[in-house]
């Protein structure tokens, strides 16, 4: 029998996770059934638990994937030599909320959160990755406060936690009121943040 090659593998794993962050979005992770999996993978039961022996482990890599693809934006937005502005910053994580690559993963990021409160595991890897965020959230902010563009006294870490529940906010925002357009969250960072 010929060997499956890894990009199969590869491709079919993100096929039941795009099917399951469908459902889950749609359903929600406590109503989805493995069933319902199944069916929107176009899958049997046996190919779907060669990938994932459970709805929770679905879920956990649902939400590895989602928080997995949120430091590289960031990354790419401050990685340039001319430090961006907070401003910027904030509405290029928006955008990528809204249409880039999290814009597929936006409506099982609330779930995710809110299945971390009594996941453990899911709990820890959000706490790692949040973290992660922060860091870098506060590394930029280090930056600006060394080039003067916001007050010297600034505690980075504060502030970059104050950023984060900002992009948490839109994304409960969104889910609950509708949209709101990268340039709206820009200006209205400008108008609080000013330059930096």
Not at 27 to 42: E, K, L, P, R, V
Not at 101 to 110: N, Q
């Amino acid at each position: 029998m010929p060997r499956v090659s890894q990009e199969h593998l590869d491709r079919r794993r993100q096929q039941i996770l795009d099917a399951a962050a469908s459902c889950f979005a749609r359903q929600g992770f406590h109503a989805t059934s493995m069933q319902d999996i199944f069916a929107a993978a176009g899958l049997s039961a046996g190919a779907v638990y060669r990938y994932f022996p459970s709805k929770t482990e679905l879920i956990r890599a649902i939400a590895a994937e989602a928080l997995a693809n949120v430091l590289p934006v960031l990354d790419s937005a401050i990685s340039d030599q001319v430090t961006p502005g907070i401003p910027d910053v904030v509405a290029t994580l928006v955008a990528e909320l809204r249409d880039g690559r999290l814009a597929r993963l936006r409506p099982v990021i609330l779930p995710v959160w809110a299945e971390a409160v009594r996941d453990e595991e899911l709990a820890e890897l959000a706490r790692s990755t949040l973290g992660e965020l922060l860091t870098n959230i506060a590394s930029l902010l280090e930056r600006l406060v060394a080039e003067g563009r916001i007050a010297s006294g600034t505690d980075p870490t504060a502030a970059g936690r104050l950023i984060m529940a900002l992009l948490q906010g839109y994304v409960i925002q969104f889910a609950v009121l509708g949209d709101v357009s990268p340039q709206q969250v820009r200006e209205a960072a400008a108008a609080l943040f000013g330059d930096g």
